[in-house]
């Protein structure tokens, strides 16, 4: 197909003319029963005239037991710009996780919004249970986890192999200890159930919903309990309908991929990088990196601190050229400087988002045996002799107290359309996700961002295409005919 008419076509599909019954067109809704005031100094003030505002919710630890103890939720608020006569209802926005806060979501997600979503919805953030400033949890050391340097976390031998399910059993153990009878209940279906109470407290008939990577999983497990709930919902990065341990692995499986398309990528320009002139030099170079590394870290940067690196960076190509100055940089004089992330990882933040991530990962369903974990370390060695395992936090589910029986039930045929966005080459959340996903949604629709290799895309990677299928979805109710097809940017320029 020649560039000019599959052009044409990706913009033809990207016209919808299929729509959804029309949202209420209406001023905003009886005062809700929550007080918005003041916000908390971590979220950042939306340019003039608008203007964030938060409150506090208190729902049930456990929402089977309404009466029982409760947890504070902290909720912000932005409210639509344009007229009342625009206004489409509420938007909740969640940036993903497991364990990511999204309490300031609602003011710099907001801000990359085409301008017609912006006028038509009050963009809903909020911290989820265990996150942020919602009863933040907290698992003590983790098993040595936040330990600098931290241990390989691709063990060969028998020695390092036995040692590692030694750390996934200390750490399920640390969170036993710091969280006590708060561990089934750090759960996507209990979160989701806190987004209803969100939903009635403003006094909404029905929410729409933003949920990226993570929050794709959230917005599948909230449709499949409120259906009849559900306004106008895009998912974006979509994470599969599988349990959490079988995404970690695709994920994992994802990742050795990118990073080989990394390796040809930074070989397209030797003398920018110095690190060879093609694929097998650049990794062999990656290789001496690494083990350079694990034998002698540098200031507490060793290969753990290495992989972590190498997992954020693979996830966004514009973060590729750092990645390759970072390796040339310590092949030339030793330097980890580069490398290191802005953030330490042992602070508060960081510590709060590891925890978070494994609760609720192991609250959402049947976990993997010890035998399985081991099992997969070797194959993804085989696979790749070192293999970026950082994403595998589902793991230590082998040894946690709480075993659920039934993984989190995501998706409804009686949810109204919804559409799932994707790039077609993400490492982070793999395509095949959310094709499964679509399976579960019957009447939703997928726009894939072709030849692009970065998670996240709505609103994100600046496609018209993308953003303009999504603005009219959410503002008109506008559901395409078909799947939706877009040009992406390709890699970057080395």
């Not at 710099?108 to 006028?119: I, N, Q, S, Y």
């Not at 400033?133 to 390989?152: K, N, Q, R, T, V």
């Not at 929410?207 to 794709?216: A, D, P």
Request: aromatic share 6%.
């Amino acid at each position: 197909m020649s560039a000019a008419r599959r052009t044409g076509l990706l913009c033809a599909l990207a016209v919808t003319v299929a729509a959804l019954p029309a949202a209420p067109v209406h001023a905003a809704p009886p005062a809700p029963a929550l007080h918005f005031g003041a916000c908390p100094d971590s979220v950042p003030a939306p340019p003039a005239p608008d203007r964030v505002e938060c409150a506090r919710l208190y729902v049930p630890l456990d929402h089977g037991h309404p009466d029982g103890k409760q947890l504070r939720l902290t909720v912000s608020r932005v409210r639509a710009s344009g007229p009342a006569s625009e206004r489409r209802g509420v938007l909740l926005v969640n940036p993903g996780g497991p364990g990511g806060p999204g309490l300031a979501y609602a003011v710099t997600k907001r801000a990359k919004l085409p301008e017609r979503v912006r006028r038509s919805y009050d963009v809903i953030g909020f911290d989820p249970r265990g996150t942020g400033h919602s009863a933040p949890a907290d698992c003590g050391p983790m098993g040595g986890l936040f330990d600098s340097p931290g241990p390989d976390p691709v063990p060969t031998g028998r020695t390092a192999e036995k040692a590692s399910l030694d750390g996934l059993r200390r750490t399920a153990d640390d969170c036993a200890r710091g969280l006590k009878d708060a561990l089934p209940y750090l759960s996507t279906t209990e979160t989701a159930r806190d987004m209803d109470a969100i939903r009635v407290a403003l006094g909404e008939r029905r929410i729409g919903f933003l949920g990226v990577s993570y929050g794709s999983y959230l917005g599948a497990a909230y449709a499949a309990q409120y259906p009849h709930r559900v306004g106008r919902m895009v998912l974006d990065s979509v994470v599969g309908p599988w349990k959490w341990y079988d995404f970690d692995l695709r994920q994992s499986r994802a990742l050795v991929r990118q990073r080989a398309v990394f390796f040809a990528w930074a070989a397209r320009s030797p003398q920018r990088f110095g690190l060879g002139a093609d694929a097998a030099a650049v990794r062999a170079a990656y290789q001496r990196v690494r083990d350079g590394l694990a034998r002698r870290p540098v200031h507490g940067f060793g290969a753990a601190e290495f992989d972590r690196t190498v997992y954020r960076a693979l996830g966004r190509t514009e973060r590729w050229a750092g990645l390759a100055e970072g390796l040339r940089g310590y092949l030339r004089d030793g330097t980890v400087k580069p490398l290191r992330p802005a953030e330490p990882f042992d602070g508060a933040a960081s510590r709060t988002y590891e925890a978070a991530n494994r609760t609720v990962k192991c609250a959402d369903g049947p976990a993997p045996t010890p035998s399985r974990v081991l099992g997969d370390i070797r194959r993804m060695r085989r696979l790749a002799p070192r293999p970026v395992l950082t994403g595998m936090e589902a793991s230590v589910c082998a040894y946690w107290h709480h075993r659920p029986a039934h993984p989190t039930p995501l998706g409804s045929r009686q949810a109204p359309p919804v559409l799932l966005i994707a790039s077609a080459h993400d490492p982070v959340t793999p395509i095949e996700g959310a094709r499964a996903l679509q399976r579960r949604l019957p009447g939703a629709r997928l726009v894939t961002l072709h030849d692009d290799y970065s998670h996240g895309v709505f609103a994100s990677r600046g496609n018209q295409c993308v953003d303009g299928a999504a603005a009219a979805y959410l503002v008109d109710g506008s559901v395409p005919r078909t799947d939706v097809h877009c040009t992406g940017p390709g890699l970057p320029t080395p």
